[in-house]
């Protein structure tokens, strides 16, 4: 965990600031996942991500907008083929 802290200082993600009287405090846990290494060349470790349990979050208070910006190959793929087959530009 503290070295997942450290990431999310080193790399400015968020500031931490005081609570505003009139507000809550989101509730988050800590997800973890062992990742294993390769044989003889990397040990395996451990990974901590901490995250927001979401429904606990209002939108227009909590948050204003939801960004994904992960995208399946395959997605890719299908939306390729349609601009081919029906002969669409994309832009």
């Known amino acids: 965990m503290n070295e ?5 200082y ?9 609570l505003p ?6 509730k988050c846990k800590w997800i973890y996942k062992k990742r294993d290494g390769i044989p003889r060349v990397e040990n395996a470790r ?5 995250v ?7 939108k227009g208070i909590d948050f204003n907008e939801i960004f994904s910006p992960v995208v399946r190959h395959t997605s890719i793929r299908v939306l390729l083929a349609f601009v081919a087959l029906f002969d669409l530009e994309l832009e």
């Not at 080193?10 to 005081?18: I, Q």
């Not at 009287?21 to 989101?26: A, G, V």
Request: hydrophobic share 30%; aromatic share 6%; with cysteine.
């Open 21 to 26: 009287k009139d507000k809550r405090p989101l």
């Open 4 to 8: 997942e802290i450290q990431s999310l």
């Open 46 to 50: 451990c990974k901590a991500r901490l």
């Open 52 to 58: 927001v349990k979401g429904f606990n979050q209002k």
């Open 10 to 18: 080193k790399s400015n993600t968020w500031t931490l600031t005081e």
